[in-house]
């Protein structure tokens, strides 16, 4: 939790947001529901004020116990994702979304951002469209995926880095007949070739 709450806190525009309260006043008809907004506020209000280390506020706690479990481990990557979306929760529509056929990237970002227009989905979230291309007929078909983060995989070796581990994240992958993927054109059962085609 402290690792996580450091690293929010050296984002200004995202501190500027919740300090000056601007949440409420876009949510301004919803007086309750707000408890992780609040509670980042309220540890954001005591972090600028307190000269010594001091815990995080109690509010924070209540917060995180009400999805994380508590006495159990809990690792950064999940405390802070489920904290962001307890906020995105808080501030976004809870409406359903679609993505039409052939849709393009800044037409998709929009349907996706008008459902959660939150500042939190401006700051962090990202859309990623992904491609099936069917290796008989040569058919691709296109999926929008909404992410926060991505999980590449670092191999523990001399001369690997993050650049060569996101190349491998965003590499073709070939995937066998054995898949029991069935193209939506032809309606054969064949392999496969799945790649990232755009990130926005």
Not at 62 to 90: K, P, V, Y
Not at 115 to 141: A, E, H, I, Q
Request: proline content about 3%.
């Amino acid at each position: 939790m402290n690792t996580c709450l450091q690293c929010l806190c050296s984002i200004p525009e995202l501190n500027f947001y919740f300090i000056n309260s601007k949440y409420k006043e876009e949510k301004k008809n919803k007086r309750k529901g707000l408890n992780a907004c609040n509670s980042y506020r309220d540890f954001l209000m005591q972090y600028n004020t307190e000269t010594n280390p001091f815990r995080p506020t109690s509010s924070m706690y209540n917060t995180c116990h009400s999805f994380l479990e508590a006495h159990t481990q809990h690792d950064c990557q999940e405390f802070l994702r489920r904290f962001l979306g307890a906020m995105q929760d808080e501030l976004n529509y809870k409406k359903k979304y679609t993505f039409p056929d052939n849709i393009t990237m800044d037409k998709a970002w929009n349907i996706y951002r008008k459902v959660n227009p939150s500042f939190v989905d401006s700051v962090f979230t990202g859309l990623m469209r992904s491609c099936v291309k069917c290796m008989k007929c040569n058919y691709c078909s296109y999926t929008f995926d909404p992410f926060m983060d991505l999980s590449v995989s670092i191999k523990y070796k001399k001369g690997d880095s993050l650049e060569k581990s996101l190349g491998r994240y965003f590499a073709k992958e070939t995937i066998g007949a054995d898949c029991g993927y069935r193209c939506e054109s032809c309606k054969k059962k064949t392999s496969v070739k799945y790649y990232i085609k755009h990130i926005y």
